[in-house]
């Protein structure tokens, strides 16, 4: 193993953990846009509402 190649493996496994971290938030976020985008009003109001009660932050 030549030094290039050894100083090159940890910068390609931090590349690759970044690229998965990526990967993964911006699935995440797919799911939740699609998630908000295809379930009724009513849904995200009580979703928010229950939400905002159990930081015990009043809403009403």
Known sequence: ???QTAAAAPSLQVRTRALTAA???MAFG???V???GFA???DIH???HDSRHSF???CH
């Open 1 to 3: 193993m030549t030094d």
């Open 23 to 25: 990967l993964s938030a």
């Open 40 to 42: 009724g009003a009513m």
């Open 30 to 32: 797919a799911l939740i």
């Open 46 to 48: 009580n979703a928010a």
């Open 34 to 36: 699609a998630a908000v």
């Open 56 to 58: 015990a932050f009043p």
